[in-house]
């Protein structure tokens, strides 16, 4: 059933989608480049970011601040969508939003390939420059559309951007790092128990939390008017779609387990093969049989590992408690998110952001 929530992330999504095709992007080439750098975001997507960008922009400036705050939300999805290519490419996740990811469509569909004057091998090594070119323009996309903003004054600009390409980037870096080297460490699911449950938290944060919490503080600087610190209501802002960030990663983690890829629209099992060190793991091999850890063992962090392989490893990780410990987790987020959203005024908008946070609960994709 369709809520609230949902019919204003879709008139926001068709306000974003039609200020980016406003976006001319002359100076990338080859067409190549240009395709990838476009793909994710014409497959569409929940489009939460510009949508949360927009909501705390409404809750702080009401509707006028919402119509000024176009521009950035939109670049908030360019951000997304950079990270999102490269995170692909250093999962090797071939699949994206219902399809070929990036690096993968780049080089399948290379003309040197399919009339075989190159080799697989060169084929990938191309898809992947040029995965890793489309998200750095799509990056630089970002910081030009905020600096181009109408009604806004410069030094509200220069502030969001300064916060993107400090806090933000810096903090969604170090959240890839760690994740992908506790990854390679959860390869020996023994010695995943070292890396405690706070840092596996903190590295969400990082990388899912942090861009949540940048889209909250952009909009209601813009609501505001705000080129100092005098407001304790962005930061409160931020912290609460931090905390609702951790919450969606928490059922991404589920999801990623007990969903379908139709539904999820990326491959069901990548985090298991790729040995993505989540509470729902780390719970779940910490209350499993010695049996069922030994299977375990066996499949997680194996990108080889069969559909009947990673059935089996599913079904441990739901019959230890590992989904049920991750959704408890979610919940506390959740609570703790709605605290920090009572110094902001009663609105329509507040109401939108508090059925945010129930949607990051109940979510199914």
């Not at 992330?9 to 039609?18: C, F, G, H, I, R």
């Not at 002359?26 to 476009?38: D, M, N, Q, T």
């Not at 840092?199 to 990388?207: G, S, T």
């Not at 505001?224 to 005098?230: K, T, V």
Request: net charge negative.
């Amino acid at each position: 059933m369709k809520t609230r929530f949902d019919n204003f992330l879709k008139k926001t999504s068709a306000a974003v989608n039609e200020y980016y095709s406003s976006l001319e992007f002359k100076y990338i080439a080859p067409p190549e480049l240009k395709r990838g750098v476009g793909m994710y975001f014409e497959r569409g997507g929940k489009r939460l970011r510009p949508g949360i960008l927009s909501l705390c922009a409404g809750a702080t400036g009401g509707a006028d601040a919402v119509l000024r705050a176009l521009p950035a939300a939109c670049a908030v999805e360019l951000y997304h969508n950079w990270t999102l290519i490269h995170d692909d490419l250093i999962d090797g996740d071939n699949v994206r939003r219902g399809g070929p990811s990036v690096h993968k469509a780049t080089s399948d569909e290379m003309p040197e390939l399919i009339s075989g004057v190159i080799s697989r091998e060169d084929a990938d090594k191309y898809g992947a420059a040029n995965a890793i070119l489309s998200g750095d323009a799509l990056h630089a996309a970002a910081i030009s559309v905020i600096s181009s903003m109408k009604g806004v004054s410069d030094t509200i600009k220069l502030k969001l951007v300064t916060l993107m390409e400090d806090r933000l980037t810096g903090s969604l870096l170090e959240g890839e790092a760690l994740d992908t080297r506790f990854g390679i460490v959860t390869k020996n699911l023994d010695s995943m128990l070292t890396i405690t449950e706070d840092k596996i938290i903190d590295i969400m944060r990082k990388k899912t939390g942090e861009l949540f919490g940048y889209a909250a503080v952009c909009g209601a600087i813009i609501g505001l008017d705000l080129s100092d610190d005098s407001s304790e209501i962005p930061e409160a802002l931020r912290g609460f779609a931090e905390d609702c960030g951790v919450a969606f990663q928490l059922a991404d983690d589920v999801l990623g387990i007990i969903s379908d890829e139709e539904t999820l629209g990326k491959p069901i099992g990548g985090d298991i093969r790729e040995g993505k060190n989540t509470l729902v793991l780390r719970y779940g091999y910490n209350n499993a049989s010695e049996d069922n850890k030994q299977i375990l063992r066996s499949v997680v962090g194996n990108r080889n590992a069969g559909s009947d392989d990673i059935k089996k490893a599913v079904s441990i990780l739901i019959n230890s408690g590992g989904i049920e410990y991750a959704k408890k987790r979610g919940s506390e987020y959740i609570a703790s998110a709605r605290k920090k959203l009572t110094v902001v005024q009663d609105s329509e908008y507040k109401e939108l952001l508090n059925d945010w946070a129930d949607m990051m609960i109940f979510r199914i994709r």
